[in-house]
């Protein structure tokens, strides 16, 4: 981690020196450079189906016109992403080389038929692409005004920069998310700067590149409302209504709905022919409620006791009448073993709960909405950055936990807003221990080579000792000190976590040598996803304790 002071030259004058230039400068650029020899070293690696996704995309928007992209379905891979990240696949195209598109990089094709060119040439779009995060992390230190504060924000982007969770889901599984988050960085380094015209526009972009981030924006919209639109100042020499039209900054209302609108219209008009099949794309609500491997979420945790339930039903006779009783469910449907044997899948349909209760997409948007509601309501009263913050860490969580067929990546939406704000106050780390411990763990089944195993979990624990301790050296001490116990619990839970992932990968290693161990297949995923939920959920109920009781984290100052 490279650290240099900037000092004035010897014939400078002698006037005062601005506090910000006069600050010690950290750069990431050492980072950077650790960070891309890893990557090129991953280039050859596994990469999953998203690689053939993304090459179909460079194919269908190099090939077809603008009007047929989103029509296009040759292959399964079609393109739903928002229009921005079309685009940004048409610009990619573009630079594809002669050698590249003979290998196929841009056949559009029911299956891609590809080789080496074109995996280097992806992956090093995707390394090039992360500039956009790199930059914005710089950006998030340079603007920080103190010793301290500098010191601090430079571990929490160190962190970020070098996030396993990027690691693994862009380098190895291949996506994009580097430059997403990078975008997502721009977007609250601005809210913190109280540069509201330029967070919004940030936001906006965001959206239209990846629309996943619709999660994060009613945290969004309240800061911006009550930020920058409203203006609550009561004078009893005004009437009523006069009082209640000056609440509204109509000024800054305009100049902001301008921002928003103009960037959505540059995204979406020249699609206006294709809008229906360009929307039925971004939000396909026929999916399951949960994915192929369960998100570690409520949900997980309510399929597994609907799993423990269905043993006890078949294995204790007695166990029957009171199930019956209880849940009202169809037990003819219990004797149908390969039912039931698919009823662990996240294929696209509606999943089947055996005993407990059908779950609804109605019923997740509720219970999403309620807890991000009861997040806002704070921030609605106390619009301050780092409340501002803590109310979109919390709308993470509220949408992973809740949502409706939510992939396991999503966890980085919870980590990157709250890494920010960790090392304010030493009471936030036990919450994002156990949410990097979890998050970053539950990623580990979407890579199941073995060759990439020790990149996976080494890399993983090496991260995580070092950014224990580094986060523990700077984070503010606060005047009382508590939860030492809750420390303790969390370190001997995450000790824990090392045994199952030991006990996960010696059972995989086995199952290639004994078939018995094949009909167990989806145990380890199960294990995961019971694990790091248990995980997820305390750190949920950690943090919005100290979101809602503990004033003093959220006041404004170093």
Avoid at 17 to 46: C, D, P, R
Avoid at 154 to 160: F, K, N, P, Q
Avoid at 414 to 421: A, D, E, G, N, S
Avoid at 456 to 483: E, H
Wanted: hydrophobic share 50%; net charge positive; aromatic share 16%.
């Amino acid at each position: 981690m490279a650290m240099k002071k900037v000092t004035p030259p010897k014939n400078a004058s002698t006037e005062p020196i601005n506090e910000v230039q006069s600050l010690k400068k950290y750069s990431l650029f050492n980072i950077w450079v650790v960070s891309l020899a890893l990557k090129l070293l991953l280039m050859v690696g596994y990469h999953s189906t998203d690689f053939d996704v993304h090459r179909n995309w460079l194919a269908i928007t190099n090939k077809l016109p603008l009007s047929q992209w989103y029509i296009e379905n040759t292959s399964q891979w079609t393109l739903d992403y928002p229009p921005f990240f079309a685009f940004f696949e048409w610009i990619l195209s573009q630079f594809v080389p002669p050698i590249v598109a003979k290998d196929g990089c841009l056949d559009i094709v029911e299956t891609g038929q590809y080789g080496l060119p074109t995996v280097y040439f992806q992956r090093a779009t995707v390394i090039l692409s992360e500039v956009v995060l790199f930059v914005a992390l710089q950006w998030i230190i340079d603007t920080s005004s103190t010793h301290a504060l500098r010191r601090r924000m430079y571990v929490a982007t160190a962190s970020l920069a070098l996030s396993p969770g990027l690691m693994l889901i862009d380098h190895i599984h291949f996506q994009y998310n580097g430059m997403m988050y990078g975008i997502l960085l721009l977007c609250l380094n601005s809210a913190r700067l109280e540069r509201h015209l330029l967070c919004g526009f940030w936001f906006a972009v965001l959206l239209c590149f990846k629309h996943i981030y619709l999660y994060l924006a009613p945290a969004v919209f309240v800061y911006l409302l009550r930020a920058y639109c409203l203006k609550f100042s009561w004078s009893k020499k005004r009437n009523v209504i006069d009082n209640l039209v000056r609440i509204v900054q109509w000024k800054n209302t305009l100049k902001l709905g301008t921002v928003v609108v103009s960037v959505f219209a540059i995204a979406f008009l020249p699609f206006y022919n294709t809008l229906p099949q360009l929307l039925s794309r971004l939000f396909p609500f026929s999916r399951g409620l949960t994915h192929a491997y369960w998100a570690p979420n409520m949900w997980a945790l309510y399929s597994f006791f609907d799993r423990v339930l269905i043993q006890i039903y078949k294995r204790i006779p007695v166990s029957r009448f009171i199930l019956k009783r209880v849940f009202q469910f169809n037990a003819s449907l219990l004797s149908q073993d390969e039912l039931l044997k698919t009823s662990t899948r996240g294929i696209v349909g509606n999943i089947e709960f055996f005993i407990l209760p059908e779950i609804t997409p109605k019923l997740t948007f509720l219970l999403t909405l309620f807890y991000q509601i009861m997040a806002l309501i704070p921030l609605f009263f106390q619009p301050t950055y780092r409340r501002f913050i803590g109310a979109m860490t919390l709308c993470g969580y509220a949408s992973f936990l809740f949502g409706w067929h939510v992939h396991e990546k999503a966890i980085l939406l919870v980590i990157f807003p709250l890494t920010l704000i960790v090392s304010r106050d030493k009471r936030l780390l036990p919450a994002y221990n156990l949410l990097v411990a979890c998050g970053y763990g539950s990623l580990f089944p979407l890579i199941y080579t073995c060759n990439e195993w020790l990149v996976k979990v080494l890399y993983t624990l090496l991260w995580y000792i070092v950014f224990y301790f580094n986060f523990r050296k700077v984070a503010r001490v606060p005047k009382k000190t508590t939860g030492v116990i809750i420390d303790r619990m969390v370190n001997g839970y995450i000790l824990l976590f090392i045994f199952v992932v030991s006990i996960t990968s010696i059972l995989d290693v086995l199952s290639n040598k004994f078939s018995i161990l094949k009909k167990f297949e989806f145990m380890n995923l199960m294990i995961y996803s019971v694990y790091c939920s248990i995980g997820v959920i305390s750190s949920w109920n950690t943090f919005s304790w100290l979101y809602f009781v503990d004033d003093e984290l959220w006041i404004e100052g170093e």
